[in-house]
């Protein structure tokens, strides 16, 4: 992963101004709205001070208390409208940064590799695609908070000035001094805010294993461990928020006990400059005024620099993941791949998982167009890294793949993507209709050629027995449907008809089918691959009846390539293996060996 420098107070902000850009109009009104409060806040203090001198000097006359009082109420109700005007569109305007941040970051994760996911918790990725995201919005709210509080400040400091020069100095003189604690403890607030985010993400995989690991937490009774594990990351996380918000808190104490020094001694100096005559009372008394309304904003400034320190590690997180390069960029000259290669080329591949041993091992092979490749070999000799290389979800450690004399590296990987169909292992299928997941590939597939895809793959008829038939949703969900693995296999071998690829990968695509189904399906997967090259990987050597050449890998490297009878002959571990299951009493493994 590239390194990412921190965020700090300053990065944060730029961000929140960059937010703010992306969207002028909604941040100019917000702003405006914003600015205009401040300037009112002084105005009402001065319009106070105003009638207030009214009261004093030529008596009281209704009609001037009436104005003078309108006066300040008008303001007033300007400033409550400023309010209002300014939180809404600070709403809008942090809800939209959000909303596209969230975009913006799902549009990164799709491009990056299959090894990003390897390394990312599921946890982490829930915290990226909400948590974290709050952080955006959060600073680019604070932003308009900066704005106002600092409008407020200014107006009101200006006030202040006008009454009394000295005694606004000696009122404001101790804010700086405030500010020195608050800076320290911002930091604290940072290092426990990243350790709460570190817990939560923890506490995030728990929940996210129990929703996937129900059924083996039963069996096991691992709900004590479980619970166990949440209880003490919970403990940490608690420890570590509780620690971030007393950081804050104490800033907040640290500046008030400054303020009221500042207060008091005003009232202290103020008075004896009013008992000596040097001062009006009610400047004093406006000076007292506008000096606690100071401290409002700047509370508010403080607590939003506490939010913004204890946001910073989620800011990073989102840096991160949106300047992780991907891994396996296209070259510059990158090449289309207009139709299936003639030659897939493997020259001396070699494979190891970030800096683990080598998984593949100096593997130098050709495939021809329309070939089938069964590949067979122990679990965990390296069969489905192999398919994954070829489909370049990972480059060769060392070595090359060619496809019609072209590095792989110089396609442009959509196009490979394109000839490509596979089935996995393990099945994937989408929380969404069952023809939607037959669709795939091709969205705008008719139903007509979803349902031909379906019977070709043995699946029709299971469809055509469930309520909702082809609309039914699969998956997770209150109105979802589950299937059987076997089923979801033929799903995605159905897709897989459908997309109609040169390219075939079947990852044990039959595995999880009984012999009478793998037999039915095999007659579908056997006219899949007429015609394309196709790689079959099996641990059942059966359903390799009609497979050109078979590839045996041991321990990552080749063992054996040829026919089943060459293989026989030649290769020690696949006579092993062959030998093995002809006991089987599996009825297609022994039909096989009778024929064979
Ligand atoms: N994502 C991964 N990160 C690190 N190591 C991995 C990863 N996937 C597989 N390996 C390791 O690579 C080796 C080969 O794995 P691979 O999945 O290619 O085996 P396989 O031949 O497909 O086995 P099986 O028949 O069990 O599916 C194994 O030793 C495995 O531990
Ligand atoms: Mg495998």
Redesign the pocket.
């Known amino acids: 992963m590239t390194a990412v420098k921190p965020n700090t107070l300053v990065t944060a902000l730029k961000l929140g101004l960059r937010s703010m850009r992306r969207h002028p109009g909604l941040a100019l009104m917000f702003l405006a709205a914003t600015l205009s409060q401040g300037v009112l806040q002084g105005l009402i203090v001065w319009a106070l001070r105003e009638v207030l001198r009214a009261f004093s000097s030529g008596g009281v006359s209704l009609a001037a208390l009436t104005l003078g009082a309108s006066l300040v109420f008008g303001i007033w109700l300007l400033r409550a409208f400023g309010t209002f005007a300014g939180e809404l569109l600070s709403v809008r305007l942090a809800r939209r940064v959000e909303i596209d941040s969230m975009q913006q970051v799902l549009a990164k994760l799709l491009t990056l590799s299959v090894r990003f996911f390897?390394r990312s918790s599921q946890g982490d990725l829930v915290m990226a695609s909400y948590t974290d995201l709050q952080g955006i919005r959060s600073v680019t709210l604070h932003v308009g908070t900066i704005v106002l509080s600092i409008s407020r400040l200014a107006g009101l400091a200006v006030v202040a000035w006008l009454l009394s020069p000295k005694l606004a100095l000696i009122g404001l003189v101790g804010a700086p001094l405030g500010v020195v604690p608050v800076y320290s403890l911002g930091r604290r607030i940072t290092a426990a805010a990243r350790r709460a985010r570190e817990a939560t993400e923890k506490l995030y995989d728990s929940f996210l294993q129990v929703s996937s690991g129900i059924k083996v937490i039963k069996v096991n009774r691992g709900e004590r461990a479980v619970l166990e594990h949440a209880r003490t990351v919970g403990e940490n996380l608690y420890r570590n928020l509780v620690r971030d918000a007393r950081s804050g808190l104490l800033a907040r104490f640290s500046l008030e006990a400054v303020a009221g020094v500042g207060l008091v001694t005003v009232l202290m100096v103020g008075g004896r400059d009013v008992g000596r005559g040097v001062l009006e009372w009610q400047s004093l008394l406006g000076l007292l005024i506008a000096l606690m309304a100071v401290y409002a904003p700047t509370l508010n400034l403080v607590t939003v620099y506490a939010s913004i320190r204890s946001v910073i590690p989620n800011l990073d997180r989102i840096d991160a993941i949106l300047q992780a390069l991907p891994d396996l960029r296209d070259a510059a000259d990158a090449r289309p791949l207009p139709a299936a290669p003639r030659t897939i080329e493997l020259q001396d591949v070699s494979f190891a998982?970030?800096d683990?041993d080598r998984?593949l091992d100096g593997i130098t092979v050709t495939f021809h167009q329309g070939e089938t490749i069964g590949i067979v070999?122990?679990?965990?000799?390296?069969?489905?890294?192999?398919v994954a290389l070829l489909l370049r979800l990972y480059d060769p450690t060392s070595g090359r793949i060619l496809c019609d004399g072209v590095d792989l590296r110089h396609i442009r990987h959509a196009d490979l993507m394109d000839r490509c169909a596979i089935v996995l292992?393990e099945p994937f299928l989408f929380v969404d209709t069952i023809a939607q997941n037959i669709r795939l590939a091709r969205p705008e597939a008719s139903l007509e050629e979803v349902v031909a895809a379906a019977r070709a793959a043995n699946i029709h008829d299971d469809i055509m027995r469930m309520e909702h038939g082809y609309e039914t949703v699969l998956g997770r969900r209150r109105d979802g449907r589950g299937v059987s693995v076997g089923q979801k296999q033929r799903i995605a071998i159905a897709a897989a008809l459908l997309k109609n690829a040169p390219i075939l990968f079947l990852?044990?695509a039959t595995s999880n089918l009984d012999s009478v189904s793998e037999r039915a399906v095999q007659g579908a997967v056997e006219r899949l691959m007429a015609g394309r090259t196709a790689f079959v990987?099996a641990?059942r050597l059966s359903t390799l009846r009609a497979v050109d050449r078979i590839l045996v890998?041991e321990r990552g490297r080749i063992v054996g390539l040829g026919s089943h009878e060459e293989l026989l002959a030649t290769c020690g571990l696949y006579r092993q293996l062959w030998q093995s299951q002809s006991f089987d009493k599996a009825p297609g493994a022994m039909a096989w060996a009778g024929d064979a």
């Open positions: 390897e998982y970030d683990g998984v070999g122990p679990s965990g000799a390296g069969k489905s890294t192999l292992q990852d044990e990987i641990h890998l």
